[in-house]
């Protein structure tokens, strides 16, 4: 196995069996660590609690003060999909899952296809968002290219063919500058960040997940994508929270206007451009990351 994937294996071991939390809109599936202030981290597409995990890690890398709930969305391993499809669905639950922690209120990080629900819950539960946190995240309408589509058609019918839906994994572990060449395209970069003590193992521990369970992580990538395609232009419409935006700006996954939209229409939120940064933004340029959460989150 190759040392930064065997690092990445290592963060994963680290992650504490999930807790099942019950909603009146059914289950979600969660880790909670620490005490102090509550942070809420959602992950994305082909994500889980996993990925939640992983995406505070990258943000506040001391997590002294902080309660880390990293959760697994409705659809995502864990958490069943009927528990919320729309984004307002799945904010109701976020605010039932506080209430069973008698949690008042919380910051939200949301990576990626979080950020959809994150800003229905800073719109409908105005009083209980301390702030967001948005890292190359979809903040409207996002419609997924017709290759796309069937790529991810594709990627189901595989998860479930026993045996060969571990190749992808065998390849991260092995060959993981190979693997993330679709994310960090540039060679030289990819070869910087992989070798990084902090950001290689997170990058390298974020497309290792996405191998495993792949067949339980479709249920919630394809209702997501189903979703981005009917949500209204901008999702920022009613929020008024604290919000920090942090969005490469080469992502060809999530556009970097996505992030200029939604910090032009909130009123005091900051965007933090990672210049050239893909996708993957949060982990190639992770230093310059940090410190603006720091900062924002000191607020």
């Not at 690092?7 to 807790?19: G, M």
Request: proline letters at 8%; one cysteine or more.
């Amino acid at each position: 196995m190759h040392p930064v994937a065997l690092a990445a294996e290592r963060l994963l071991a680290a992650i504490p069996t999930p807790r099942m939390v019950a909603t009146p809109g059914g289950a979600l599936a969660c880790t909670v660590e620490g005490e102090g202030v509550p942070l809420l981290a959602l992950h994305g597409i082909m994500g889980g609690l996993d990925q939640s995990w992983l995406l505070a890690r990258a943000l506040l890398p001391d997590w002294a003060g902080w309660r880390i709930i990293s959760i697994a969305r409705p659809g995502y391993p864990g958490s069943p999909l009927a528990t919320g499809v729309t984004a307002e669905a799945q904010a109701h639950a976020y605010a039932a899952l506080l209430d069973q922690m008698g949690l008042d209120s919380a910051f939200l990080a949301a990576f990626s296809g979080g950020g959809p629900s994150a800003l229905a819950f800073a719109r409908l539960y105005p009083a209980r968002c301390r702030g967001l946190v948005l890292v190359s995240a979809c903040t409207g309408r996002l419609v997924a290219p017709p290759a796309s589509r069937v790529g991810l058609e594709r990627s189901e019918v595989f998860s479930r063919l026993p045996g060969l839906n571990r190749v992808p994994a065998f390849v991260v572990r092995r060959w993981p500058h190979w693997a993330a060449q679709g994310f960090v395209p540039d060679g030289a970069e990819r070869t910087r960040v992989l070798a990084d003590p902090a950001a290689g193992p997170l990058l390298a521990a974020l497309l290792l997940s996405s191998c495993l369970d792949m067949a339980g992580r479709m249920p919630g990538t394809l209702s997501d994508v189903a979703q981005f395609a009917t949500l209204p232009a901008s999702c920022a419409d009613g929020v008024a929270a604290p919000l920090l935006a942090l969005h490469g700006t080469r992502d060809g996954i999530v556009p970097f206007a996505h992030a200029r939209a939604v910090t032009e229409a909130i009123a005091g939120a900051r965007l933090v451009p990672l210049e050239g940064g893909t996708h993957m933004g949060v982990f190639t340029q992770l230093a310059r990351v940090r410190e603006a959460a720091a900062a924002f989150l000191k607020i």
